[in-house]
């Protein structure tokens, strides 16, 4: 019987315990950094472009065409005037020989503490990117973009709709 009663109360215990640190893990919610006050407007950066990029077809005027006409269908506007603090957008488009590398990086203004003193500094707060070979099609690097972007949008919408709440 003294077993069985130590038995019950090492597995209650337990069980209590972990009921508890999920409740208090659950209690910590996380901004994603993607939430902005005008949200409707963005500034697009694009980067990385090389000579071999200009051999796929691929031109920062194309990349940034298909960018700004994925946003707008979002109903959000490139606009180079916004407030840099407020976030960006960062696309990278590297080729070299038959391989790429696409990424994308909401970077923002952001305040981090350290003994007793905040600092200040541009970091990124949501990224991803895809790399791959093309075959000569550079199609396959737009789609892949496009993708990505879809990611993006999507919880760039999603952030900002609960900042609306």
């Not at 019987?1 to 069980?15: N, P, Q, S």
């Not at 901004?31 to 090389?50: P, Q, T, W």
């Not at 946003?71 to 606009?79: G, H, P, T, W």
Request: hydrophobic share 40%.
């Amino acid at each position: 019987m003294e077993k069985v009663c130590k038995y019950f109360i090492t597995t209650a215990t337990i069980i209590l315990t972990i009921v508890v640190l999920a409740q208090n893990t659950r209690a910590i919610e996380w901004d994603s950094g993607l939430e902005i006050e005008d949200h409707k407007r963005m500034v697009v950066f694009i980067d990385g472009f090389n000579d071999d990029n200009q051999k796929a077809g691929l031109s920062k005027e194309l990349v940034r065409a298909k960018v700004e006409l994925q946003l707008r269908k979002n109903e959000i506007s490139s606009n180079p005037i916004s407030n840099l603090e407020d976030g960006y957008l960062y696309i990278n488009v590297n080729i070299v020989g038959s391989a790429y590398n696409v990424d994308l990086e909401f970077k923002r203004k952001v305040a981090y503490y350290s003994k007793g003193r905040t600092y200040n500094a541009i970091a990124s707060v949501w990224e991803t990117g895809g790399t791959g070979t093309y075959g000569q099609d550079s199609s396959i690097i737009l789609k892949n973009l496009s993708n990505l972007l879809d990611m993006f949008i999507n919880d760039y919408l999603k952030a900002n709709q609960k900042l609306k709440q």
